[in-house]
């Protein structure tokens, strides 16, 4: 998770919405994306979770 945390960056466009990015096409940034995908599903579905 180290590493691939280390390869993420967030780009914000003119409407304020952050995305993530790769810093280099070769590098992987999977388990970091699944985790703020799982983060933003228990979020917005808390009663779902329990």
Known sequence: ???TMGN???LEDTN???KLLK???DQK???VAAMM???IA???NKDAFE
């Open 8 to 10: 993420c960056i967030t």
């Open 23 to 25: 810093k280099r096409y």
């Open 37 to 39: 995908d799982a983060y």
């Open 42 to 44: 228990y979020k917005l």
């Open 1 to 3: 998770m180290t590493f």
């Open 29 to 31: 940034i999977d388990a």
């Open 16 to 18: 304020g919405n952050r």
